[in-house]
């Protein structure tokens, strides 16, 4: 077991999650996305909304796949709005 699960397996224990529900390689592939896509502040923020939601119940089943393409559509986004190096401003 590396740190990581064990990580995992203490923090449900401690909570009450039952592990085998957690997904880490989905949490963990958003949280980068997100880290990439629009901030680095913003992955941890978007994975405990995420959790807000599920355990709300409000989270659609697809919520993860989602949220990664929000992200990179973001990162798209901000790139189209920033004028290139070679742009001269306006006088």
């Known amino acids: 077991m590396n740190v990581l699960e064990e990580w995992t397996a203490l923090v449900c224990r401690e909570l009450g999650i039952d ?11 958003l949280t980068r ?11 941890p923020l978007t994975a405990y909304l995420v959790g807000l939601a599920q355990g ?10 989602r ?3 929000m992200a990179e559509d973001w990162a798209a986004e901000a ?3 920033t004028p290139a ?6 006088s």
């Open 19 to 29: 592990p085998a529900r957690v997904d880490r390689t989905a949490v963990l592939d």
């Open 33 to 43: 996305d997100v880290a990439h896509g629009v901030a680095r502040p913003a992955a």
């Open 56 to 65: 709300a119940g409000t989270a659609p089943p697809d919520v993860v796949e």
């Open 67 to 69: 949220l990664s393409r």
């Open 79 to 81: 790139t189209a709005r």
């Open 85 to 90: 190096a070679t742009d001269t401003p306006d």
